[in-house]
Each structure stands twice: as C-alpha cells, then as structure tokens.
C-alpha cells in the first residue's frame, strides 16, 4: 500500500529462535472439533482436529493444569483447527452477523486485550521407540505452549505469524491422551511481526489473534527427514529436459551412530542413496536425477497444469524410520528489467504479462477451501494470471489450489506496519523476521504458482534486513527472483525492484490510464485501480441497513462504514461527484446502483485494455498491472471485482471483456481499434468491424478491416474512427471481431462522449488526480425502452454441475439496442445463485440481434428450487423467466 498511509509505532518484543521448513495440510470447510489421533508408525502425522478456547480473564488456573489430560473445560468454546477468536466466537453464535450493517462495532475490542487460552487433545498409540514433536506455525501474536502440565516453550519464542517452530515432545507424551494449551497474546501489527488491515477494510476486534494454520503432531523413528525439496531446471525453449536437484536433511534423533539409506522417486526417478550419521547428527542428502520430456507446468491459458510427486522414505536396517512427500512442478520462471528500467516477466521461455488483483483473506481469516477454490476460478474467469499477497500469507491450501488451477502468485511482506517500521527493531525483531523469511521460503519454494518474493512493499527493507531475508531465502534454495520492493525502490543486494506504485487508488477516467505517466499504461504497476466498488443491489441489502442505504444514495460525504477506516478513503465523494457529473444525479437507490456498475465497467475495462495494447510498445511498454483489489475479506464498497457473496457486477464485467484472449478495443487517446492477441498463436483472417451510433440508435460511421495478430500480446491496429459531425452529445461504439467463418469471437460495447474527460495532472495526489470536467454520458438516461425476449434451459451432469443456458433476443423493430442486459440465475425467492461462471454477461443487444450465455454453478446451491433466470437492462424491463 501506498506509503503516504505508513502507520510508524515504536515497540519492541522478544522473538525466538525457530526452524523453518516446508509444512502444512489441507484444511476442510467444515470446522473439526473431535480429538485428532496420531497413526502408530514413524513418518506418521496429525493435525489438531479443533480446540475449546477460553479467555484468560475467566480462567484463573495454570498452563500446567489446563494443559494435563483430562482438564474439564467447562464453559469454554468449540472451534476448528484454525480459528482466530472473533472466528471462534462466531461459530459458538456469540455475535450477530458481523458483515451486516455496524454489528461488527457491537463485538467489544476490550475482550481481546488480555491472552486466551487454546486447548486441544490427540491420542497416541501404543508402539515405543518413536520420537514425537510438535509441529506448528500461524500463532498471531505469540504464545507459551504447554503439552501434558510442562512448558514446552515460551512467547518470546513462538512469535510471530509465520515462523515455524518444531520441539520435540517425546519425554512428555505417552500412548492414550495427550493434550496441548496455548496461552495466545493479543496482537497489536503495530508491534507485533504479525499480519494487520491496514485501510483495507474496518479491523476486527481481535486483530485476527489466535491459530489461523494448522498444528501437527508428528512421529517419526530413529532418523527423520526434513526440508525435502526439488528444484527444477528446465531446457527453454525447448522444453525437452528437466534437470532436478532433490535435497533432503537427514537428521539422528539417537544418540549413537546410524546408517540410514534414502530412497524414492522425484517426478517417477528412482531415488537411493546411503548415509552414516554420527550422535544427533543431521545432513542433507542430494539426488540429481533428470526428466527427459517433462510435463511442463503453464499458467492458465498457456497450457496444462501437470504437478510431480516427490516421495522419500528414511529406514535403518530395512525399517522405515520416517517419510516425507511434496509436490512440485517442472517450469521456467526468469524476470529482468527492461530498457525502461520495469520488470519483466517470461514463463518457460514466453513473454508474460502480468495480469492480477490483489488478495485478501477472510476478516476471520476463517478456513473454508471450497470459498478459496471459488474465488481462484474467479480469478481465472477475470482473465487474470496472477494475485499478489502483500502480507496474509494464506496457509498451505490457497498455494495448492493455485498450483492446479494455474494462477501465479506474487506473495510478499505487507506495508505500514511493524514490517515496515525497521528503524524500530530490535534484535528479538530481526530474528522473528529472519525466521519468517525462513519458513515462507521453505514452505513456498517448490509451489510453480510462485514466481516471486517481494522483501518489501511501500518500501524497500534496509540494507541489514535485506542481507537477512536474502541469506534464509538463499539458503532455502530460493528459486525464484527476490525483488526488494512494490514500490519503484533500490536496495544494495537486489537491485531496483522494476516496479511503481504510483496509484491511483480512487476514481479517475478511462482516458486516464492511456497516459504514459502515474499509474498509465507503462511499466509495471503492482496496485493501482480506479477506487471504490458498488456491490449489486441483492449484495447491498444483505449487506447495509435500509437507512444506511438511503445514506448511499443520497449523501456522497456520508461517511461509509463498508469503505474503509481512513480519513482518505472513508466517503464515495469522489466517484459519486463523478458519477453524477458523467450520467446525471441518482433519482433513487435502484438508479444509483445501475449508474455504479456502468461506471465501474468502464473504469475497470478501461485500465487493463490500456495494459494490454501497450504490452508491446517499442517504448516504455506496460508490462505487469495488479488491480487494487481482487476482492474484499468482508461485504465492502471498497476496492473490489466480485464481492463478498461472490456476486458479480460492473467491474467484474468490465474486467472479464478487457482480458479476453483474442480482444477487440477502442483506445481512449487516439480513437483507434485494436485487436490484442493473449494466445501464444498468431490469429489470422480475422474481421473487425466498428460501428457508431447516436444514442437513439441512428447509425453515423461503419468501418471495417480484415486483419491477422501475432500471438504473445501481439496487436493490431484495424480501424481509427474518425472525426464524425452529428454525433449526440452521448454516443455508442460497438466492436465486433469474427473469424474466417464469420462466427462472432469478441463483442465490445462502449458509452462515449464528445465531452472529453479532464484531467487536472497539476493537482496529481498520491491516491488519484481531479477529473476538471466530466464527459457527458447523461444522454443515457433518455434512451427509448427496447423489448428484449429471453428463453433459458438447463442441465445437471453427474457430478452436480449445473449449466444454464439463455437467449437474449432485440427483438424491436426500430434502432434501438437494447443496453447493458444483466442476467442472473436465482431461486424461487429471487436470490442470486452464487458462485455462478458466465460465458459473458452486461451484453448490448441491436434489434434483431440475439446472443447465447452459458452460465455453471452447483446445482445444490439452489436449495432445492426451481432455476429461474432474471433479465434487466438499463433501458429493458426486468423480467423472471423459468430456467428449466
């Protein structure tokens, strides 16, 4: 974030001396609450099912005593494996809905100020010889832990979010019951090395204190493996060989010598080796095998998705002592910077550029993997490549998910916080970030989706700090580049970081990011959007009270508490003096909202149009932009492309046309229409046809070119509009693109004035510039009615996928389109069915024309009710047909 928002705090703490290592298991959506038992046999492993948790303000027994097998924890609440407290408390009904209206105000800061206590039991059985340990990460902010009435370490060594920490519990536990406490202290990101929200959206009371991954408990024989991992060198461009260089630390948990042989597979390759390890000694064994004509890992859109299995197993005199397993892919990920001095990215030999949202979690940071899983195939359906985490780095299931489902990832350490203020730290700091570094690197580095670590964000760290997290990622055996900032930022050992993080964070217009200048189409941007986001109508009444809705309305300098906790970004005054200035005064919340997604759409699609056509610029090209946000951790009207419920409007719209592979555009600066290839293939034969309309409907210009597009962000230029006496003060342009067989691939519709939007740079701020006079769009708002019919079918395969289909038809006989058709499928009652995928959708229709959309979604979403799909357009009556 931008670093004009630095919150700087001076504090200190003791932090603690932690092993890292690649860790983690899937978590399921459905919290477990049961006891978790350990399989007997070393390389055996068990996450914590759940725990009751109690604040230490009602608890006036010790760690020892609440830690022993058989505590009666009366009165103390159930939760899942990983559970903050606020979370925890939700799911036990202690708080009404914290997502709607101000309820979240009514949950009390003051509860959260002292320590709570974590509890959890796990059974072991009966075989002996075996080491145990503990195995946990993801402690907001610290705790001492306590497994069976002894202290087994202390907050000022499990600190921090990330780092790992592993101590050996096996003089402390025995076959039957077992149990472990964790006395978590409250968070403060201002001091704490911890995970914070900076203006994203209103902080939870709890500051997101308590466990949010998973603890294991681990049991492993005489020798035991750790750090497993595999890095990949693959020939480019040929694609043809894989060089694999597969390590593993060995460790003697006995004290006399041992020899062990390690052996497995790496990608199918046989894996073996001996090695003699002294009292307590621990080395790392290495294999160098190789694959001939490996499955290669691609982005999504770029090819396939193939993940390899690295399987190891540790025995002593043909006894298993311990196993490891990770998976990992075959792909070449090189980024340089360019003549311009932006950072560039190829992926196994191709140029990439980089298309992305920025990520946030849950406000909880609740686990729910079929939520995870939703929100990536969003992001695929937005045409993105990649997401950045600035800070909140999800647990192990969002980077699996991301393996399969080709999604790039730019995780990183966040701004304004206590991991920026590095002036302040002390030496227990530098160790818990060190260590953090360690175990993120350990944890990451075999992921494909992962091309980079950003060691900073608003700023690059200092020179110390930037040898710190250098050294782990080194000798993590960081694959990846290391870039020491979001920020356009230099650090000594890294470099310039190729980025800039000019903004803007609120409202400008489309014509904007045709500039080669601030947040323009140049270079690579790593957030930067054009402000708020409108949910839908059915979102906002799930979402805010009906005298708060009227506040929406009615008052641009209300403040909104589903915005943002800053002073800077607490109003919609900006885009809705825009708003109104471009399409005319709201009459009405229903008049408001649609006037949103339309100025939404544009404002989206308008920026990573201009993105990509400028991909290939000979001069200052773009090459990378991160749309500030991909979604929100709560129901918000802030800085979003779908919305908490997954429903969809304007902006996802708009972003969902502007990345199509094969994509026709109108470029804002020079009027001309372009065609941009994502595909690695040239297309050619293609027709492209431009046609211009007064707003009532009367056609004024027609041009029309046949044109082929090199492939890898190729473009061409087919039609510059030109100038056009008679044109309606609001006027519309529609793009069509077809293929040799004139089918129709891309349609794009744009809403344009012959009143310019004017940009005052004089008075550029860092979080947007003034718009000086509004394009005219209120021509709108006269358009006639056009009648649209609509028929839908749908169909349910075997694994419960539901696919509806719909026709929408002009089908007037004058010359009116029928503008922005939004469709949604609902229940009986009306409700969106969410998450739902469309083809295309906020499609315009001219009389006589029609156009197919096919949504998916779950059939069980439904509930058990009939499909109905409902139609609207900004100049069509809503109608609600049956779906069936």
């Known amino acids: 974030m931008p670093r004009r928002r630095t919150r700087i705090l001076l504090c200190s703490f003791w932090a603690a001396l932690l092993v890292a290592a690649a860790g983690g298991a899937a978590s399921a959506h459905t919290p477990r609450t049961g006891m978790a038992g350990v399989t007997d046999g070393p390389g055996s492993a068990a996450a914590l099912t759940g725990y009751r948790i109690q604040s230490s303000a009602k608890v006036t027994d010790s760690g020892a005593a609440i830690s022993k097998p058989g505590y009666a924890a009366t009165g103390w609440y159930a939760t899942g494996p990983r559970s903050t407290v606020v979370a925890g408390l939700l799911q036990n009904g202690k708080y009404a809905d914290p997502f709607y209206s101000t309820n979240l105000k009514s949950i009390a800061a003051s509860d959260f100020t002292v320590p709570w206590w974590y509890r959890s039991d796990f059974t072991l059985g009966a075989e002996t010889g075996l080491h145990t340990f503990l195995d946990l990460s993801g402690v907001i902010s610290s705790a001492d832990v306590w497994v069976n009435g002894t202290r087994v370490a202390t907050s000022a060594q499990v600190a921090g979010a990330y780092p790992r920490f592993q101590p050996d519990i096996t003089a402390l536990v025995h076959s039957g019951a077992n149990s472990v406490a964790f006395e978590v202290n409250p968070n403060d990101p201002g001091k704490d090395l911890t995970t914070g929200w900076i203006d994203w959206v209103q902080t939870p009371p709890d500051n997101n204190m308590g466990i949010f991954r998973d603890v294991f408990v681990r049991r492993s024989g005489s020798v035991a493996l750790a750090n497993a991992h595999v890095s990949t060198r693959l020939s480019v461009p040929a694609l043809d060989k894989a060089d694999l260089t597969v390590k593993v630390d060995a460790r003697n948990d006995t004290g006399g010598q041992v020899t062990a042989t390690v052996a497995g597979t790496a990608g199918g390759a046989s894996l073996s080796q001996n090695v003699v390890l002294a009292a307590h000694q621990t080395k790392t064994v290495t294999f160098t095998p190789s694959l001939a004509n490996p499955k290669v890992w691609w982005p999504y859109g770029m090819g396939g998705q193939p993940l390899y299995d690295l399987n190891l197993t540790a025995s002593t005199g043909g006894t298993t002592t311990d196993t490891a397993h990770e998976r990992f892919g075959v792909r070449d990920v090189k980024s340089s910077l360019n003549s311009d001095g932006a950072r560039t990215y190829t992926i196994n030999g191709r140029p990439l550029l980089i298309r992305g949202g920025g990520w946030s979690p849950d406000l909880f940071l609740r686990p729910d993997r079929t939520y995870l899983a939703d929100r990536l195939r969003y992001t695929r359906d937005l045409g993105l490549n990649t997401i ?415 696919t509806t289909t719909v026709t929408l038809r002009n089908t007037g006989t004058g010359k009116v389109p029928a503008f922005y058709l939004d469709t949604h499928v609902v229940d009986s009652a009306g409700r969106p069915v969410l998450p739902i995928h469309w083809s295309e959708n906020a499609v315009s229709l001219w009389p006589g024309e029609s156009k197919t959309l096919t949504s998916t979604y779950r059939g069980s979403d439904l509930h058990g009710s009939a499909v109905k799909v409902r139609v609207s357009g900004w100049n069509v009556p809503a109608q609600t047909i049956s779906g069936s």
């Open 388 to 802: 950045r985490l600035e800070g909140h780095l999800e647990p192990d299931d969002f980077f699996d998910l991301a393996d399969e489902y080709g999604i790039l990832t730019l995780p990183g350490w966040e701004c304004c916080d206590k991991w920026q203020s590095l002036d302040d730290w002390t030496s227990a700091d530098h160790a818990v970030a060190k260590a953090s570094m360690a175990a993120e690197a350990a944890r990451l580095r075999d992921h494909p989706s992962v091309i980079s670590f950003l060691i900073g964000s608003d700023e690059a760290p200092t020179k110390q700090v930037e040898k710190e997290y250098v050294d782990a990622l080194t000798a993590a055996d960081w694959p990846d580049p290391i870039v020491p900032a979001a920020s356009d930022a230099t650090a000594p050992i890294t470099g310039s970081s190729g980025m800039k993080m000019t903004g803007p964070y609120d409202w400008v217009p489309p014509s904007y990011w045709y500039n080669k200048r601030e947040g323009g189409a140049y270079g690579f941007n790593s957030e930067t959007g054009a402000g708020p986001d409108v949910p839908t109508l059915d979102t906002l009444h799930r979402m805010m009270s009906p005298a708060e809705l009227d506040s929406l309305w009615q008052n641009p300098s209300a403040k909104q508490y589903h915005r943002s906790p800053s002073d800077t970004f607490g109003t919609l005054k900006i885009f809705d003096d825009a708003m109104t200035g471009r399409y005319g005064k709201p009459s009405s919340l229903d008049d408001y909202v649609r006037k949103a997604q339309l100025a939404q759409y544009e404002a989206v699609r308008a920026q990573f149009e201009a993105y990509g056509r400028d991909f290939t610029d000979a001069s200052n090209p773009s090459t990378g932009v991160v749309y500030w946000m991909l979604n929100s951790g709560w129901t918000s009207l802030h800085w979003q492309l779908f919305d908490r419920y997954l429903d969809q409007g304007g902006s996802y719209y708009g972003a969902q046309e502007a990345n199509r592979p094969l994509h026709v555009q109108y470029s804002y600066d020079d009027r001309s229409v372009v065609v941009v290839n994502s595909a690695h293939g040239a297309a050619s034969n293609l027709t492209v046809r431009a046609d211009v309309y007064n707003v009532d409907g009367t056609s004024k210009y027609t041009g029309s070119a046949t044109v082929g597009v090199p492939g890898d962000g190729g473009r061409t230029t087919a039609v510059t509009i030109p100038s056009i006496s008679g044109l309606s003060t609001t006027y519309l342009v529609r793009l069509t693109l077809s293929d040799a067989k004139g089918t129709e691939v891309d349609r794009n519709v744009y809403w344009l004035s012959t009143k310019k939007d004017v940009i005052d740079w004089s008075k550029n701020d860092w979080y947007y510039v003034p718009t000086s006079s509004y394009a005219d769009l209120s021509g709108l708002s006269g358009m006639a009615s056009a009648p649209v019919s609509a028929t839908a079918s749908s169909t349910t395969a075997a694994d419960g996928t539901t």
